[in-house]
């Protein structure tokens, strides 16, 4: 967490509107790369926790592909707000860094359901089988 405070710093509170949207597109960057290592974990490990207990035809797709881009918009649209709302609010050095925080947390959230709904039902698959 060190290393991401560092990178969410703010310099000054007495920021421009250019200034605060520059702050947050430069971290978008950061916020999309997490979002996407994220995702390309969760479909391993979702896919990996429903191997053998689901059984798909030919041409068939475990998850919805369009989902994926999407997703990744609605995710941008949302760090989106981040800044639209930082610029109507009294400016201060802890606004930004915690809207960040906030924000990827709550993506990270929505990325990780769907593999860990795949890993419960697993569990209890393997539970059920040994009792």
């Given at each position: 967490?060190?290393?991401?405070?560092?990178?969410?710093?703010?310099?000054?509170?007495?920021?421009?509107?250019?200034?605060?949207?520059?702050?947050?597109?430069?971290?978008?960057?950061?916020?999309?790369?997490?979002?996407?290592?994220?995702?390309?974990?969760?479909?391993?490990?979702?896919?990996?926790?429903?191997?053998?207990?689901?059984?798909?035809?030919?041409?068939?797709?475990?998850?919805?592909?369009?989902?994926?881009?999407?997703?990744g918009?609605?995710?941008?649209v949302?760090?989106?707000?981040?800044?639209?709302?930082?610029?109507?609010?009294?400016?201060?050095?802890?606004?930004?860094?915690?809207m960040?925080?906030?924000?990827?947390?709550?993506?990270?959230?929505?990325?990780?359901?769907?593999s860990?709904?795949?890993?419960?039902?697993?569990?209890?698959?393997?539970?059920?089988?040994?009792?």
């Amino acid at each position: 967490m060190k290393y991401l405070d560092k990178l969410l710093q703010v310099k000054t509170e007495d920021r421009n509107f250019f200034q605060i949207i520059i702050w947050w597109e430069l971290r978008r960057i950061l916020y999309n790369i997490i979002v996407l290592i994220a995702g390309i974990l969760s479909i391993v490990i979702m896919l990996t926790a429903a191997s053998g207990r689901v059984h798909l035809e030919p041409g068939e797709d475990f998850y919805e592909p369009i989902m994926i881009p999407i997703f990744g918009f609605l995710c941008n649209v949302g760090y989106t707000l981040g800044w639209l709302t930082e610029v109507f609010i009294k400016r201060s050095l802890t606004y930004g860094p915690k809207m960040f925080k906030r924000g990827l947390y709550f993506t990270l959230f929505w990325v990780f359901l769907p593999s860990t709904i795949w890993v419960i039902i697993a569990i209890f698959d393997i539970v059920k089988k040994l009792f």
